[in-house]
């Protein structure tokens, strides 16, 4: 099965710009996480969605938005960089209720982003 | 507040040499605990999932295990390529799949 894929795998960006940064979840999985990852911070989550829907979000501002589609890909969106948003944006993927590893997120290679 | 503090930050082992990396966490309700390795420039590789005190998993030379309190990653006899960082996870009980990391423990083996 192809794992948790995510495109570009680097992109570089100024201060005021927005990016749109794209997840393709394992084949069958409907949930879909992003996780912000930082030197200074580790991993944080960013917003989950399961079936097209926001199910739990974490404490990011507004300027990080994302959705899913049909068929479980999923965007995010971060409007108006700031320097700090300079991080390795990963998507994870979860097979639904019922399966032997429910629940459990497999990451992808993750973005690497730069806002200069 | 859900928290996870991982110790120590960083380890440096001879090849062989047998150590364990600590995770402990505070959670209003744990649903699992899980256990990634991450290789730098690449995404968190999944290794073990925990679900209840008591719980252990092994996998070739890398043994979790869980307690109400923490959980234990023993890693026996370890070779150059288990150098990597590994990080722990909570998963609360509340709606969604939302992970609470560790900062991690960054293993380094030489031979």
Not at chain 2, 8 to 17: H, K
Request: aromatic fraction near 10%.
């Amino acid at each position: 099965k192809a794992g948790v894929t995510q495109t570009p795998r680097y992109l570089i960006k100024t201060r005021g710009q927005q990016v749109t940064l794209s997840c393709s979840p394992i084949s069958g999985h409907r949930s879909v996480s992003w996780y912000q990852q930082t030197p200074g911070q580790g991993l944080q989550f960013l917003f989950e969605y399961f079936s097209e829907t926001q199910r739990n979000k974490g404490n990011f501002p507004g300027r990080f938005s994302g959705r899913q589609f049909s068929n479980s890909r999923s965007e995010m969106n971060v409007s108006t960089l700031e320097l700090g948003d300079s991080a390795l944006y990963l998507c994870a993927s979860s097979s639904p209720p019922g399966h032997s590893y429910q629940e459990t997120q497999y990451f992808g290679p993750g973005t690497r982003l730069l806002v200069l | 507040e859900d928290q996870v503090t991982q110790s120590p930050e960083a380890l440096r082992l001879q090849e062989g040499e047998s150590s364990s990396l600590n995770c402990s966490y505070t959670v209003s309700g744990l649903r699992g605990l899980f256990w990634y390795r991450q290789d730098p420039g690449k995404g968190p590789e999944f290794l073990f999932t925990l679900y209840s005190a008591g719980e252990e998993k092994e996998k070739e030379r890398l043994k979790a295990t869980l307690t109400k309190k923490e959980s234990f990653l023993h890693i026996t006899a370890p070779k150059p390529e288990d150098s990597a960082t590994y990080l722990c996870a909570v998963q609360p009980n509340q709606a969604g799949t939302a992970l609470i990391f560790g900062k991690g423990t960054t293993l380094s083996v030489s031979s």
